[in-house]
């Protein structure tokens, strides 16, 4: 597993996009022959990554959009981005 601290850039690289499939009504992340379908929160934590707000920043702003404490959250976000980290479909800039 990849490690991951508050001052980590999580960043989407290149060759990988966020695309809605406007048929099936859904986001989904494009990668090299893969496609994942996203969830609204997968989705909504993709959408806060800008190769520029390291992990701590994308976590509090997640808390104050979804009005929780970003203690309740962070395990959450961390082990998503992780997860895409580990399949190499996030850069994870330290």
Do not use: C, K
């Amino acid at each position: 597993m990849t490690g991951i601290t508050s001052t980590t850039v999580p960043a989407i690289p290149r060759g990988v996009r966020l695309h809605e499939d406007t048929v099936r009504g859904l986001w989904v992340l494009l990668a090299p022959e893969r496609t994942i379908n996203l969830d609204p929160i997968g989705l909504a934590i993709l959408q806060q990554l800008d190769g520029v707000r390291n992990f701590g920043d994308v976590v509090q702003r997640l808390a104050n959009i979804y009005d929780a404490p970003a203690e309740q959250i962070e395990g959450d976000v961390a082990e998503f981005i992780t997860g895409l980290a580990d399949r190499r479909i996030l850069d994870l800039n330290q």
